[in-house]
């Protein structure tokens, strides 16, 4: 190989691996040890209950009377794109007392450096809660917990804060039971944990969030039998996740 096209080689794996390397921190293990903060490590006597993918107008509801319930506030990571096609859904989670945050504009799948698509559709979903419901959102989760360079960039340049978690219920799987979900939190969960489950079948397999609806109650009371209490994650003092970042991906003033 001549060197033309060997340098050319060298730089494009350089930049495919800038722009792919913070997906590393998908791995539980070393976000938990070394990112404290994205892994939604908040209050140890607290636990944050997230949802990701509403709003749904068939599914969110009936997450949102359970909660009410169940006496429990949660944090809602919403697509703008659903947002915006169900506005009342929207509305009526925040009106149910429930922090709404940013889980993008879609679901997409970020394998090609996108900067500027990855800016401007994390803006757009600012934007639509903003209007929508009045309030400006805090927290930035990606799709799939994907955070590449770009999605880092848009996060911090729209003000927001990422977070992924620390216990899952697999919930999104065909094979999911209230059971199997119970389970999979459970291993996982401790004092001071934030729980990633999903209100909408939407990008999951189809009837899926029902295994998570069934779950809840005994999430919930397994939690507060262990003497924890349960809630949005703006009550559960997460840890500036950017210092973590910078060692990651240097400073993005």
Known sequence: MTRGPRTALLTAAA?????????????PGPRRRWLPGLAGAGSPGHVALTFDDGPDPVSTPRFLDALD???????????????????????????????????????????????????????????????????RPRWYRPPYGILTS???????????RPVLWSAWGRDWTPDATAASVRATVAADLRGGGTILLHDSDVTSAPGCWRAALAALPDIVAGCREAGLTVGPLDEHGVPDGWRGAARLLGPHD
Not at 15 to 27: E, K, Q, R, S, Y
Not at 150 to 160: D, N
């Open 15 to 27: 930049l495919a691996l800038a722009h792919i390397g913070p997906a590393a921190t998908w791995l």
């Open 69 to 135: 319930g169940l006496g429990v506030r949660a944090t809602f990571f919403v697509l703008g794109a659903r947002a915006a096609a169900h506005p009342s859904v929207l509305r009526e989670t925040v009106a149910r007392g429930h922090e709404v945050a940013v889980h993008g504009w879609d679901h997409g799948r970020p394998w090609l450096p996108s900067p500027v698509r990855d800016t401007q559709e994390v803006r757009a979903c600012v934007s639509a809660v903003r209007e929508l419901t009045g309030r």
């Open 150 to 160: 770009g999605r880092w960039a848009a996060a911090r340049a729209a003000g927001l």
